[in-house]
């Protein structure tokens, strides 16, 4: 059997990308398989062509992650598009969907759009966001969609992987989107009065680019609550800087317990404060705890 990747699903319709050609066959499912499963964009399928544009699909591979929105299996990375200006920046909605994404088990990357909009002493202030990020462990990249600036540095760093861009209306996903596929995709630009982003995507459809890479647009959305996601314990486990130290006690909330190793990393400057308060409004614990720690 052959395999494909579902890269466009919306109502009754399932565009399957086979790898062998890199052509798009309308994929239809067998009875055997509709019983077993629900079919997603990002699943990996197996099956034979039918003819010239049909994909009989007879399998379905197990999925290593499935996110709920939009529904698309297999995500290897999740761009999180984030602005410093028009919008505004904002690393507690950052935060939030940095810990949803590793709970959902798909890698979660930092892209920061309009850096093409940015005067001297801005460009400052993302320089120590980047570097507070890169220190708590993950990946920043810069970009402007607008000027073309740092997209192919971004085409390499996403080959072979599937992906999807997410953050808060207006960031520009769409545009970046556009960018690297080297479609034209409709936007709505930010208002410089209101600051808000209208969406406009609808479906969910990977775009095949570069060698073997897909990306998918998401909705935007202005809030992200983790403890939708997951207990309010679990939350301290998808704070990668957390997990390089051993507190006195395997189920520290880092709170008020003794012996925690994490609030002594904030009060050294090892962790950073903002992440540390962040972290706090997320589990609705109490922020004045950080006041001894952050000095």
């Known amino acids: 059997m052959r395999k494909g990747l579902v890269i ?19 994929g239809i ?25 049909t994909f009989a699909i007879e399998d379905i591979e197990e999925r290593k992650n499935f996110l709920v929105r939009p529904p698309v299996a297999n995500v290897d990375k999740v761009l999180v598009v984030m602005t410093l200006k028009m919008p505004e920046f904002d690393n507690f909605l950052l935060d939030n969907l940095l810990a949803v994404y590793e709970y959902l088990n798909a ?11 940015l005067d001297e002493s801005e460009k400052k ?8 990020y890169k220190s ?9 969609a607008r000027e073309n600036t740092g ?3 971004l085409k390499e760093y996403l080959k072979g992987a599937i992906c999807i861009l997410a953050g808060p209306s207006g960031v520009g996903k769409s545009s970046i989107l556009s960018r690297l596929v080297g479609i034209q995709l409709e936007t709505r630009e930010v208002s410089e009065k209101t600051e808000r982003g209208r969406h406009t995507t609808t479906g969910v459809k990977l775009f095949p680019f570069g060698d073997n ?4 647009d998401t909705p935007g959305f202005s809030s992200v609550d ?58 609705k614990e109490d922020i004045s705890i950080a006041k001894d720690l952050c000095q």
């Open 125 to 132: 202030e993302l320089k120590r966001w980047e570097e507070l």
């Open 226 to 283: 983790a403890l939708y996601f997951m207990d309010k314990k679990e939350v301290r486990l998808y704070f990668r800087e957390f997990l390089r130290y051993k507190c006195r006690f395997p189920d520290c909330t880092h709170t008020k317990e003794p012996g925690c190793q994490v609030k002594e990393a904030v009060k050294k400057g090892e962790i950073s404060c903002e992440r540390y308060r962040n972290y706090l409004k997320i589990i």
């Open 8 to 26: 466009d699903r919306e109502a009754q319709m399932i565009g399957v990308y086979l790898f062998e050609n890199k052509k798009i066959y309308r």
């Open 29 to 53: 499912p067998r009875k055997k398989v509709l019983k077993k499963t629900k079919i997603y964009a990002g699943d990996y399928v197996l099956g034979e062509v039918v003819d010239e544009n």
């Open 213 to 216: 890479s897909f990306i998918g």
């Open 151 to 153: 997209i192919e540095r």
């Open 107 to 117: 890698d979660p990357v930092i892209v920061f759009n309009k850096i093409d909009i």
């Open 136 to 144: 708590a462990g993950y990946d920043v990249l810069k970009v402007s």
